[in-house]
């Protein structure tokens, strides 16, 4: 398919691919003026080949590598993986294990969207101390983890039947404490981001992503329920220990950039809810089933594994030929469908290129999820 010829009121510029962002990825545009006419997405500069490489590594090694494919939501992308393999080789996992991946995951989220609400207040152009805050007040979570899991980033805590180990004395009043803590901090970027008229201004009425297109574009996460589309898959299709565990989906109608954060800043406090449920009500037991260090599967298995990252669905499919690596593995990305989106809303309605980073990074991309 060859390219559209470019009109000669058209000129077209070239994002990228390195810029003081979240990764490498190029952006052209075709601008006539300050009007935004086309938007395409040459993405792959990150591109590493993460299916390829799980193709060659056992079950278990290649709990690693996929890991690396959106480093601040490490635990959410590593059980999607985990789970399609327990599929595949019919790997029961112990109730208490499952409540200790909720846990890691709502961790995970709100980690995740502290990170995106830095980048969507540093594309406004104002107020750059909340991307501090927020680092800052991830380093919460982050103890946490290295608590948890002996990692800050990249934990390998997710195996097939379970987890690598329990909880550790006193975690759980330490997840209390963390609870609290960032309650209190999340009405500061509350006043500072969404009740700010300057932040308001440039987010409001700004990328508007419709109902209608946002399902007909295949839009996932935050971007879709922004467009006031209630679809989760830990309520749609509960997984871990979801079906347990009281949480409500977060939707706004508007479909706007100010819309998809406020849809990351409620599901922090669902996320917040969920952890302090978890620490009041996890069930006692094991928190593994006995694998074999190299465990084998049968012929001719097909298992497909679906969770709801920070950024939306993540689906990873599995195909096995009966020996101790995986035949195929093909990854569903949410920020490659949310590319897509983001895409063809120059097309959908007026966009300039003032907007270009707010849209941008109220899609919340992650370029290494993207190209896998």
């Known amino acids: 398919m060859s390219e559209?010829?470019?009109?000669?009121?058209?000129?077209?510029?070239?994002?990228?691919?390195?810029?003081?962002?979240?990764?490498?990825?190029?952006?052209?545009?075709?601008?006539?003026?300050?009007?935004?006419?086309?938007?395409?997405?040459?993405?792959?500069?990150?591109?590493?080949?993460?299916?390829?490489?799980?193709?060659?590594?056992?079950?278990i090694q290649g709990i690693v590598p996929i890991e690396r494919m959106v480093m601040a939501d490490t635990a959410n992308i590593a059980l999607g993986y985990v789970q399609a393999v327990e599929e595949a080789l019919g790997i029961e996992v112990p109730e208490r294990a499952k409540w200790i991946r909720s846990l890691i995951c709502e961790m995970g989220r709100i980690n995740s969207h502290l990170y995106?609400?830095?980048?969507?207040?540093?594309?406004?152009?104002?107020?750059?101390?909340?991307?501090?805050?927020?680092?800052?007040?991830?380093?919460?979570?982050?103890?946490?983890?290295?608590?948890?899991?002996?990692?800050?980033?990249?934990?390998?805590?997710?195996?097939?039947?379970?987890?690598r180990a329990d909880l550790p004395e006193g975690f759980r009043d330490e997840v209390r404490r963390a609870v609290r803590y960032l309650r209190r901090r999340f009405q500061d970027y509350w006043d500072a981001m969404v009740e700010n008229p300057l932040f308001e201004m440039r987010n409001r009425g700004v990328g508007v992503l419709s109902r209608e297109d946002a399902i007909r574009l295949g839009?996932?996460?935050?971007?879709?329920?922004?467009?006031?589309?209630?679809?989760?898959?830990?309520?749609?299709?509960?997984?871990?220990?979801?079906?347990?565990?009281?949480?409500?989906?977060?939707?706004?109608?508007?479909?706007?950039?100010?819309?998809?954060l406020k849809v990351r800043f409620h599901e922090i406090e669902q996320s917040l809810n969920i952890m302090e449920q978890i620490a009041d009500e996890i069930p006692g037991g094991p928190v593994r089933t006995k694998v074999p260090l190299f465990p084998r599967s049968k012929p001719g298995v097909e298992a497909l594994s679906r969770v709801e990252t920070a950024r939306g669905e993540l689906g990873v499919h599995i195909f096995t030929d009966g020996g101790l690596k995986p035949y195929r593995v093909?990854?569903?990305?949410?920020?490659?469908?949310?590319?897509?989106?983001?895409?063809?809303?120059?097309?959908?309605?007026?966009?300039?290129?003032?907007?270009?980073?707010?849209?941008?990074?109220?899609?919340?991309?992650?370029?290494?999820d993207c190209d896998r």
């Not at 810029?19 to 993405?43: F, K, N, Y």
């Not at 809303?345 to 707010?358: I, K």
């Open 4 to 59: 559209p010829e470019i009109k000669p009121e058209v000129m077209r510029i070239s994002w990228g691919p390195q810029h003081p962002m979240s990764g490498q990825t190029r952006i052209l545009i075709d601008v006539d003026g300050e009007v935004v006419r086309r938007i395409i997405a040459d993405i792959g500069f990150t591109h590493r080949g993460i299916e390829k490489i799980l193709e060659n590594r056992t079950f």
């Open 116 to 163: 995106a609400f830095g980048l969507q207040v540093e594309c406004t152009g104002y107020f750059p101390a909340v991307f501090l805050w927020t680092t800052v007040d991830r380093e919460v979570l982050l103890d946490l983890f290295e608590k948890l899991t002996g990692a800050r980033w990249s934990y390998s805590f997710f195996i097939p039947g379970g987890v």
């Open 330 to 368: 093909k990854i569903n990305s949410p920020t490659l469908r949310n590319m897509y989106v983001f895409e063809r809303l120059a097309e959908l309605g007026r966009v300039l290129v003032a907007d270009l980073p707010v849209i941008l990074y109220s899609i919340d991309p992650w370029y290494l």
């Open 219 to 260: 839009a996932t996460g935050p971007v879709l329920r922004g467009s006031g589309v209630d679809m989760d898959v830990r309520k749609d299709e509960p997984y871990a220990a979801y079906g347990d565990l009281d949480f409500k989906v977060i939707t706004e109608k508007e479909g706007d950039c100010l819309a998809r």
